[in-house]
């Protein structure tokens, strides 16, 4: 198998190739004073390098190729932004390449000054079939050093997480508590029926639900009623006295109810119905309305975690995971994992995005703070981890496994992976 370009990018950008007696192929001799800064943009791939080419020292930009034809077939003999490069640096040479105004470029072939022993060591990572590429040499890598990139992933993954906020906080000109309703809404429906949460969180504005934050009855009537689950007959009682409620509120508001259908009932656990999590959506909004202000206000992150515990979902739910369907009694508030999964998911990202947006490390701290104070998540891809002695010991550690698995071993980025890149070098 040929290294692909990016392979020839890392050889550049860490000096791993013999440079000495370095020579264009024209026969120049080459010292290389900076390699540059590494570009993953449009334009030349390595910016505001310094290179001696014979007598005269160059300033300027860097492009690197499998082979000098790449040039031409890229069309950058007709691009000015590439006139700047000083050097054009290859895995072979076919062919000689020019800037706009016909001038030769110099050109270094690497194909003769690759190091065998890190080439041969990528290639076993790139061609391994394993789950992970490094599945059987990442025993090797010291643990603090495995911690160390962890870390760093997590804080990408935050980030890139942060950064779906955006819309919604330009949608809501700036509001971070409506912004925070509406994503918080569409996480509690747990991807499967996440749509109809946000849905009904867009439909049942939260400055209304404040009007009504010290009458729980209006708010869950407004809630299961905007759903859609009050349009039939009920048997039993609750539910017929939130209809009555509901159809009061309807006309008062103007509100238009959702259709029941698109709710998802279908392969799911009873915890997961529904009607439960609608019962636990309005047990937190009864309990805390505005309630990103409130987490931003608290110092201590057991004191966030605590908000979603414990929630005063009505007594009728202690019995029922649908109306007029009776069950064994169970405790109709979020479960553990549930709460961790709100937290991960909802809270972290949003304290994360506020953090950076304002330039606030404290907040930037508290999201790092709270996923370190909940479990690691235990799944398929956790237990895999564990069965290669990389074990996560919360859920800030457990998520950057999620993140280096999809994003650096499933795209076999082993040069730009913290973990790759130190068996390279071993």
Not at 155 to 182: H, P
Not at 296 to 316: C, D, K, R, W
Not at 337 to 363: C, K, P, W
Request: hydrophobic share 35%; with cysteine.
């Amino acid at each position: 198998m040929a290294v692909p370009e990016d392979f020839l990018h890392y050889l550049w950008k860490f000096r791993l190739f013999d440079q000495r007696n370095l020579h264009t192929i024209s026969g120049d001799p080459i010292e290389i004073m900076n390699v540059g800064l590494h570009n993953t943009h449009a334009g030349p791939d390595f910016q505001s390098s310094l290179i001696r080419i014979g007598n005269t020292l160059w300033a300027g930009n860097v492009e690197i190729h499998l082979r000098s034809s790449d040039w031409t077939r890229h069309k950058h003999q007709i691009d000015p932004s590439y006139d700047s490069v000083i050097l054009h640096v290859v895995g072979k040479h076919d062919q000689e390449i020019f800037r706009t105004d016909g001038s030769m470029i110099p050109v270094l072939a690497l194909d003769k000054l690759m190091p065998k022993k890190i080439t041969e060591a990528y290639l076993s990572l790139v061609e391994c079939m394993d789950w992970i590429p490094c599945g059987r040499q990442i025993s090797n890598v010291d643990s603090f050093h495995i911690r160390s990139w962890l870390y760093r992933v997590e804080i990408e993954r935050l980030e890139q997480k942060s950064e779906s906020i955006r819309g919604l906080l330009t949608e809501f000109k700036g509001g971070w508590d409506n912004a925070f309703y509406v994503y918080l809404a569409a996480n509690f429906g747990f991807k499967t029926n996440s749509m109809p949460f946000e849905m009904l969180a867009r439909s049942l504005p939260q400055h209304l639900l404040s009007r009504y934050k010290d009458k729980p009855k209006q708010i869950e009537s407004l809630i299961f009623g905007q759903a859609g689950f009050l349009e039939h007959k009920h048997n039993d009682e609750y539910p017929r006295s939130l209809r009555k409620e509901y159809d009061f509120l309807k006309k008062k508001h103007g509100l238009k109810s959702m259709d029941n259908y698109i709710w998802k009932h279908m392969r799911m656990r009873p915890v997961n119905f529904p009607t439960t999590r609608l019962a636990q959506f309005a047990a937190l909004v009864i309990r805390s309305n505005h309630l990103f202000s409130k987490i931003l206000a608290e110092q201590h992150v057991t004191s966030i975690i605590s908000m979603f515990q414990g929630l005063p979902v009505n007594e009728y739910w202690q019995n029922h995971y649908r109306f007029d369907k009776p069950t064994k009694s169970h405790s109709p508030g979020l479960g553990e994992q549930s709460v961790s999964n709100i937290l991960i998911n909802t809270v972290a990202v949003f304290l994360m995005a506020y953090g950076r947006e304002g330039g606030s490390q404290d907040h930037i701290a508290k999201s790092i703070t709270l996923l370190e104070n909940l479990p690691a998540e235990t799944n398929a891809l956790t237990k895999r981890f564990k069965d290669l002695k990389v074990r996560p010991d919360n859920a800030f550690f457990s998520q950057s496994l999620i993140q280096l698995k999809k994003t650096y071993c499933d795209e076999k980025k082993c040069l730009s992976c913290g973990i790759g890149m130190k068996l390279l070098n071993l």
